[in-house]
């Protein structure tokens, strides 16, 4: 066999590291990942094998599920996620948020209330800048006021990006013009394009499995939680609605992608308002408030 053959060889996924790879990844982050995927899996995984020095994906496999590969498990699942993003995607949740969701905030902030808002798998945050964008075009005397977006991911690489808040001339090319005048900055040295501070200033991100613990105390006025659970099974799906509905506010909001949808048997929790926009039910008696 040449040598280059021989790498061919020795870089296939077996089926059977390939299922242990998949059971883990579920375990893990709730990610299902059928067999078609095998490829894009043994693609995704290559550099892990290059970083930790496995010379196969039977070995990867072994010290993956080993006691001494617990590190490499997390940056298996960040190579395993897919984090692709875009400022204002599915634009209808921000006419949404500026002709309905703002002017119940701003009724709330008069009265001396906080508002908080989650944007749960943000990845490289345009989701969370995009809230931010939106919410100071339309009420700029909501954002002097005590107002939070949090952004968390599963996914400590891609924060890092998102905390970072550099985006190239593509990416930011979904902003709306007037928006992109006013909230990015164009950094010649690095010649690409930083979403300014005082959009940043009322963005916080942090590190959130939602198959885990939430450690936020108090409730969101609404969530964005979009193209996210498609990577879920429906058993996982189910577990989360009436974690998100604990969470949410009265007359609060959750924002899903746009082939997501709340399952039937949770939508005595929610009520549809508009393309997969969502507002809490009154409280039903089965959910308590923590
Ligand atoms: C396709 S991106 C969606 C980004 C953004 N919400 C949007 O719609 O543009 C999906 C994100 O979900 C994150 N994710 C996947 N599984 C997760 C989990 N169990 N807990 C938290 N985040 C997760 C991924 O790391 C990824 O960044």
């Excluded at 209808?92 to 906080?114: C, T, Y």
């Excluded at 969101?220 to 429906?234: E, K, L, P, Q, T």
Aim: charged share 25%; aromatic share 8%; net charge neutral.
């Amino acid at each position: 066999m040449t040598s280059s053959r021989q790498d061919t060889a020795a870089l296939s996924m077996d089926g059977k590291s390939f299922a242990a790879i998949a059971a883990l990844a579920k375990e893990e982050a709730g990610l299902v990942l059928p067999t078609g995927k095998m490829t894009m899996v043994q693609s995704r995984l290559r550099k892990r094998l290059l970083a930790t020095g496995q010379p196969d994906y039977e070995t990867y496999c072994q010290f993956v599920l080993s006691p001494a590969g617990s590190d490499e498990r997390r940056y298996m699942i960040s190579a395993l996620t897919t984090n692709v993003s875009h400022f204002f995607r599915e634009s209808h949740h921000f006419d949404i948020l500026r002709d309905k969701v703002v002017p119940q905030l701003l009724a709330k902030a008069r009265n001396g209330q906080k508002i908080r808002i989650w944007s749960a798998g943000c990845s490289s945050g345009q989701e969370p800048y995009s809230i931010s964008m939106c919410l100071h075009a339309a009420a700029p005397e909501l954002v002097s006021r005590d107002l939070l977006i949090l952004g968390t991911d599963i996914d400590s690489a891609i924060l890092e990006k998102a905390e970072a808040a550099q985006y190239s001339e593509q990416q930011i090319s979904g902003i709306p013009d007037d928006m992109r005048r006013t909230f990015v900055e164009h950094d010649r040295s690095s010649g690409l394009y930083q979403v300014t501070p005082e959009i940043r200033r009322i963005v916080r991100f942090k590190e959130l499995n939602l198959l885990r613990d939430w450690p936020m105390k108090g409730y969101f006025d609404a969530i964005f939680c979009r193209n996210v659970v498609i990577y879920f099974d429906a058993e996982t799906q189910a577990s989360l609605w009436p974690r998100f509905r604990q969470r949410i506010d009265r007359d609060g909001w959750i924002f899903l992608g746009h082939s997501e949808r709340i399952s039937d048997q949770a939508l005595h929790l929610f009520e549809p308002n508009g393309m997969t926009a969502y507002r809490a039910a009154a409280q039903p008696s089965a959910i308590k408030k923590e």
